[in-house]
């Protein structure tokens, strides 16, 4: 179990620059927020690489092209339709 | 590439999404930081293809072609009044993904170490119960499923049951089941997911989707211990923190737990409660006409949208009408209750798409105060965010959750179909008040009918 010291730490600090970085995130922009991250999220598609390349067996082949897909899915929707609303913000004129 | 080098260039890309998410501190700067985010993510998936083994290129590119035709084309024609669906069934995807590859990395070989076992299990379980949960999600909000709770007999019960087996085949799995053991262990955390969604309310879909937002990056996060990636474990633990921060916002906004939006005593709790006598009391029922003269004779105004205003999809139709009161010389802004529409900001985005400018819109406490000193405040399609009866009614149901103070402006005009009660089921008093004007109508018919009143007042 030693070797999990060092993800565990990882994952702690990523856990805690988030709650800072995100904090500061005003409501207005809450579901681009969401969408973002949620597309951030999509980032197993690392993993389902990886596991889709392997080929070793015909389950392995159909569990790592459904992971592939519904990775991308993800990943390509989500930053798309961000995008997509940030745009919608991005055109107004500004404060004075 | 080799294996230093591939580990910096994933730290890289871990960098951009901190900073991306950063950048969504200011709407000035918040598609530059999405832009960024992107670019790590394609900077992820390059080394990933470079350093990998691929021995079946076809099932790879097959995912690959298949998920971007699909994502594209959903994020392209999505109507901004259906994006908590859509996140909804994102969040499922991702989650969905997590556990396959978990599942995947199960099946490769039997004699995995503990630690490999351990996060194998709570990636798979995790993710599995973010994507059935979250398609129940999707089903409700895109209508599909109905939006009332939907609990089974003895679910008190079998809920708690249903974890404990779940924790059960968790045990035997990680002490040498067989993949059979896994396989049910996946089926129970689907069921799982499918039984926890749907006795949750339309209306607490904010909180839902937040926290399937979180559930979706811890799935992630277990995932990158699974292969033991950095990148995965930053990228999980952020989203999840950012999913939780949402849903702590959401449960806060409605004075609620997240043990009782969850597992909700909230339905019964209001049928007991009792609707009390709708209709046997009197109101000021408006025509558009009387409506358009308030309006237009008013200094300042106030507009509250909710979900009824997505639901008839007009906002454009509001933002005609707010043009055409600021040309006269109106005061307009807009306030938006942390939990109006169907997700965390889901009221200022189809605002935004309608050209309504972002400083125009004003959060629960940056504008509460200007309620009393405030000519109109029109509701559109918005209930229980209004609700008095949450501030001065300690047997309400809602009492103690923070409303718009609209009561407190010299006229508040409420466009609504009619005076059925909200999601929550719970009468309320603004309607019967001497300054509430009620306009019976859909909220887009209301809109346009106003919009023809005002030009000609």
Known sequence: MADLVIPITVFVLAAYVGFEVITKVPPQLHTPLMSGSNAISGVTIIGALVVAGRGDSTVAAVLGFLAVTFATINVVGGFLVTDRMLQMFHHKKDKP | MNATLAAFLYLIAAVAFIVGLKRLQSPVTAQRGNQLAALGMLIAIVVTLLVTEILSPWVVIAGLVVGAAVGGFLAR?????????????????????????????????DA???????????????????????????????????????????????????????????????????????????????ILGVVRVLPIGGADMPVVISFLNAFSGMAASMAGFVIDSNALIISGALVGASGLILTNIMVKAMNRSLTNVLFGAFGAAAMEGGPGAIGDKPVRSATADDVAVTLAYAGSVIVVPGYGLAVAQAQHNLKELANLLEERGVDVRYAIHPVAGRMPGHMNVLLAEADVEYDKLYDLDQIQNDFPRTDVALVVGANDVVNPAARDDETSPIYGMPILDVDKTTTCVVIKRSLSPGFAGIDNPLFYLDNTLMFFADAKRAMSDLVAAVKEA
């Open chain 2, 77 to 109: 024609t999505v109507e901004m009044t259906a994006m908590p669906q859509l996140v909804a069934a994102f969040n499922g995807f991702g989650g969905g993904a997590s556990a396959l590859v978990a599942a995947a990395e199960f099946l490769k070989s």
């Open chain 2, 112 to 190: 995995l170490p503990l630690r490999t076992d351990i996060t194998i299990v709570l990636s798979t379980v995790i993710g599995a119960v973010t994507f059935s949960g979250s398609f129940v999600a999707f089903g409700k909000l895109q209508g599909l499923v109905s939006g009332q709770p939907v609990g089974y007999p003895g679910q008190r019960f079998g809920d708690p049951l249903l974890a404990a087996i779940i924790v059960g085949l968790s045990v035997w799995v990680v002490t040498g089941g067989s993949p059979l053991v896994f396989w049910l262990l996946v089926l129970a955390a689907l």
